[in-house]
């Protein structure tokens, strides 16, 4: 199991169509047999700071999704409406809980 931080900050004003976007993806991310699960996370300090942490079963899984025409139509969407900068994304990779 791999887990994935996608990091983003939102343009001032676009927060909630950055929510609802994120809602549709996080349905896309569900049809995925690799996904595990995901949530979104907001910045309590900078309220347009967000971050998708998503767990899935390999990263081969995740780098798919990435690679798949449905995130990158999503993803094209997001960097010219709602995007201050490029997301980021980070692998983790295989961790255990404590």
Do not use: C
């Amino acid at each position: 199991m791999v887990t994935v931080g996608m990091y983003y900050e939102v343009r001032p004003g676009q927060e909630q169509v950055f929510q609802d976007t994120v809602d549709q993806v996080m349905d896309l991310l569900s049809q995925n047999a690799g996904h595990t699960k995901s949530a979104l996370y907001r910045d309590v300090k900078n309220p347009r700071s967000y971050a998708i942490i998503s767990e899935w079963k390999s990263r081969a899984d995740f780098t798919n999704f990435l690679q798949s025409d449905v995130f990158k139509q999503v993803a094209s969407f997001g960097k010219h409406e709602l995007l201050e900068q490029r997301p980021r994304h980070k692998i983790y990779g295989a961790e255990s809980e404590l």
